[in-house]
């Protein structure tokens, strides 16, 4: 998830605070479910958003774009006050460079040409890296990296010793709002979720920070449609989760057991058919995934 801040004018980031119209905020160019969880910009919306890294972008690009993070976020009668700061260890884009990445981060056909705020539901630094326009060692050296090894900070203090049952795994794909809805729900029960990025930080891989938090006593994976596929030589596609959610899903049960992972559905989407006795909860719109959740943390130990 990021942020993509697009303001009218070449000198639109010489200053920080900068205020945009409330109504431009979290509402164009932005995916209803995104737009829903966003645009009240509550607390919790605010600290969100501050969370994620940001483009910041002029109008048709007549200069060098930039990432960077929004610092403090003010809702004010007259708009929205935006504070910000620029990433120093990434290269500022050259203009045409946020165009060129239209397909990626799924821009709209007029929306380098729109002073607005949205939400975009992809991964900036992988883009950045995959598509030349930064190096695995310049996001290693970012302030996104130091953020994310925070959150993989507290490590269990004896492995090897009895699951620690204040912790929860949490294995996602690019369903960004699935992700902190369920981070939400742990959190309501008083539990720290271990949110397992698919994108290695610090240097490690995904392997050593499960390793890293061997004592966790629980996982839950969800299986989002972020991807399809087909049986080779047929035409019927079918929606299936992300290819890393699959395998840290099978390394979870390798590690935790089956009874300490728990697989969750979002709308119709393909799970694998060869792992027997996985326990699959749907998430439906009414909630009662959060019960069926509930009894298996109970089974699993935890005091929920």
Known sequence: MFNLLIRCGADSWQNSPVEFERGRVATEYTTDEISERYKSLDQSAIEELKSFPTLFVCEGEPVASRVGYITEIKVRPTGVAVYFEFEPAISPLEPGAVESLRVDIGLGRWELSRTHWAVKDEDLFEILVRRGLATPPQVAASKHARLQDQEVANRPPDPGSAFNKSQVFI??????????DMADFIRGLGLEPIILH???????????????YTNVGFGIVLYTPCDVGAKRDTLTFKRRAR??????????????????????VKD????????????????????????????ELRGAGYQV
């Open 243 to 264: 290819q890393n959610v699959v395998f840290e899903h099978g390394y979870l049960i390798a590690k935790l057991g089956r009874s300490r992972v728990v697989a969750t």
């Open 171 to 180: 294995v996602h794909g690019h369903d960004e709002p699935a992700k902190l």
């Open 198 to 212: 698919m994108q290695a930080s610090g240097g490690r891989t995904i392997i050593e920070k499960i390793e890293e």
């Open 268 to 295: 119709d989407v393909e799970t694998p058919n060869d792992i027997s006795g996985v326990v699959y909860v749907t998430l439906d719109a009414g909630g009662q995934w959060k019960h069926e959740m509930l009894n």
